[in-house]
């Protein structure tokens, strides 16, 4: 029977049985901060198992796409196991249970109609106390008891252990159905779990009944695949064993099963199938939590390709195939394939780029690890190897293993948080306890009515305070003032915002009779508004009406909002259909929008967005949000993401005609209330996504008119035409250096810059053009944009402070190398320069004998100068050639040192003396000249 069969099988099997077939959630449940990717198919209806939602049905059938961390390092190694795999499930919500469980079960799998699995072939397991099922197993189904094992509650109670070690909570006994293929070990191919009981507390007694008993089943859909099958592993099956050949064909290999190789391929099937889901779900390798375990699986797999020979990308090719095996179930994968495979080819690159470093560097680690009799690789290696060559932990954790090497995880984890960074994942727990879950279990939720409204009369229904001992605990008054004393409010219903989609939560006041709470920040868990604050005066307690108060920082934060959707509207006008969001964040005339695009936008695309959506502003379109079947929001074109939860009726957002988007979020009524848009920058975070950031309102006036004031500013310090300035900044930059060259006694001094007037006379140059001046301007001065009238006027400084410089050189008579080259005489084919070098110290001389050698050699060199009224210096320097043929500095210095009353000397090609008689002077220097003929000639 083939896997796509077998799924509809299972689906319209329990459609029989009244169940509501409900479609697979998203892999990656962002909203739900318990799970990173969606480990098995109940977790969809958590809050229906707790009774927190209305039902429609209390039956559901469901094939779930799930993804199992803990189980990456079975991948490859055990026959059954994946990190993508589906099961399929059926669901009851205190409708039926254990025996309508066990008998259906039996149904499908042994029924010729259905699976029509030999009966014999299977047994099962039940939890050591269970007697009701085992019971059922025994006498209703007719097994033998030497074929129902009772397993302790690590083994079958869900969650695992839960009775002695907890969480307190709903958890329950379990029974599970193994298959026994001829001559190989027995597999687990489905779980029924029997949510009977609620823990409270440790044992004994700990366990009370559930007045509602819920049924929660789980099936491997490959591992059944595979036994119906008749293939020794699930990676054989229809669906995946032509992904598995299409890798080895990819990576130029035989696939054989049992080898290295068959391991590797069958990995990388695994790895890319389950890379290929996330992405196309719009999450991302990156550093941290879902993102991080993509990076982490995907490197797995370049790492399985390096060690079979591949040097370049190779995974990205598999996503057509992996597409088209998956495209009966999950049609939508096709339209994706561009995309994903552009995120992992990307990605690929990156790590392939440092990888054979990273790997030198680990064998070094080793080598050094031998040397010393070290067999735990220290978690600083592992923190250095991920930091500088994106070396995953776990593949240095694995690469080690190999070498029969441990690991250092908890250095490992210290030495990242001292970078402020830990990869990886923590513990979560499924069902969360304290005073905010018992409210929703009263509440249940707020009742928003916000959406048209900025106030609202409600009543105080909650009061979350923190205990001395720093927990927190629901009161029913509070009365402690003041910021420090932090309180969560929550009311029967709030016209405030709680963060969510992005958008920022709403701040204000919430008065009532006597007291004023401070609403700082509004937060959303599940249903639950909860407001953050304090007391500023009064007291406040449960069950009294008050008015809650939305602050006018709102319509700024609504500015915000509705842009973005014209934003969105315009990146897919100007970028393609492909620029999708990716995440966004909606603050006061502040956004920041994330979408897909490879390559960064340039800086004409991005002025045709930024116009684009001004183009909208000023047409004034109207803005309206309706509540409709998600059915008809697809109908109408709504812009839908892929991995996105939507609830069914949806919220639709339309402008005018060219937006509809299906948002939870407050928004203006019209676009012209947006006032002006403005990016203020574009960047990439991540491979294949790139930001925006962009101002509204008056922010973004205010940012327009910085701009214009910089460059005008600039302009006028610059003496020329705004459009001028970066043509005026580069003569600047040229005519600093020359200053400075002739500061440093080298180079003459430059005269004045000339005028510039290219755009003297034209009129005010527009918006766009000034900005984009400035941010030339910047750019060229290396600093940011309103930094940039500040670095020249601080250049400018340095041009007057230069020239004075220069100006007090040339009052003393200071000379230069090319002023001292004017005066050489030629004797034979050497240059002799013999001068009184007014101003210069013993250093000055040295320096410009070094540059007279390096410009006019061969030269001989004599330079005098006056140290103030009682000293005189002189050095002398031979080039090469000429201490070659017997030239002497030091005889030269020492000589003429008699004259002015001093003495000297030194090495051949350099030599200093000193005297004490400026007097002097104008003999030394005939008499230097006349040595030096002799020596030269
Ligand atoms: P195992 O002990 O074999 O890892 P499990 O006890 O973790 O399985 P459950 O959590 O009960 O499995 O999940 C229900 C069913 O889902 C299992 O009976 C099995 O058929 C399937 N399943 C679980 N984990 C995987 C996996 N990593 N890859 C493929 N199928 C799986
Ligand atoms: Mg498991």
Redesign the pocket.
Known sequence: MKTDELREKYLSFYETKGHARRASDVLVPTWDPSVLFTP?GMNQFKDHFLGRVKLDFTRATTCQKCL?TG?ID?VGRTA????F?E?LGNFSFGDYFKPDAISWAWEFLTDKKWLGLPADQLTVTVYKDDNEAADYWHEKIGLPTSRIDRLEEDENFWPASAPSQGPDGVCGPCS?IYYHPKGSKPV????LVFTQFNRVGDPPNNLESLPSKNIDT???L??TAATLQGVTT?YHIDILRPIVEAAAEICGVKYVPEEDNGRRLRRITDHIRACTFAIHENVYPGAQKEKYVIRRLLRRAVLDGHQMGLRKPFAYQLVDKIAEMMKTPYPELQETTQRVANVIKTEEENFLDRLDEGLARTEKVFATMRKDNLTVVSGGEAAELYQTYGFPPELFEQVAAEKGLTFDWPGYKEEMEKFGELTGTGTMKLFETGPIESLKNTLRQTDFVGYDQSDADVTIKGIVANDEDGTTKLVDDYELLGEEHELIVVTDSTPFYGESGGQVGDTGEIVGEGFLFIVTDTQKDSDLFLHRGYLASGKISSNVDAKAVVSQRRTGIQRAHSATHILHYALQKNLGEHAQQQGSKVDEDWLRFDFSNMSAVTPEQLAAIEEDVNERVSASETVKWETVPLAKARELGAMMLFGEKYPDPVRLVSMGTFSRELCGGTHLTNTSQVGMFEVVSEEGPSAGVRRIVALTGDKAKEYREQVASSLGEMAKALGVAKLDVPEAIKQLQQYVRDLKKAAGGSGKAPGEISPITTNAKAAEPDYAAQKETLKESARMVNVGMFDAPARITAMLADVDSLKKEIAARAEMGVLTADDLLAKAETVGSTKLIVSEAPGAGPNEMRGLIDQLRKKAAPCAVLLIAAQGDEKVMMVAGLSEEVVKSGGKAGAWVKEIATIVGGSGGGRPDMAQAGGKEPGKIADALAAAVAFGKQMLG
């Open positions: 098995a199992r189980d079975n059954y196991h994946h990190t795999f099961m599970e687990e191919i489905w779980n789980g099936m491997g490959e591992r699930n």
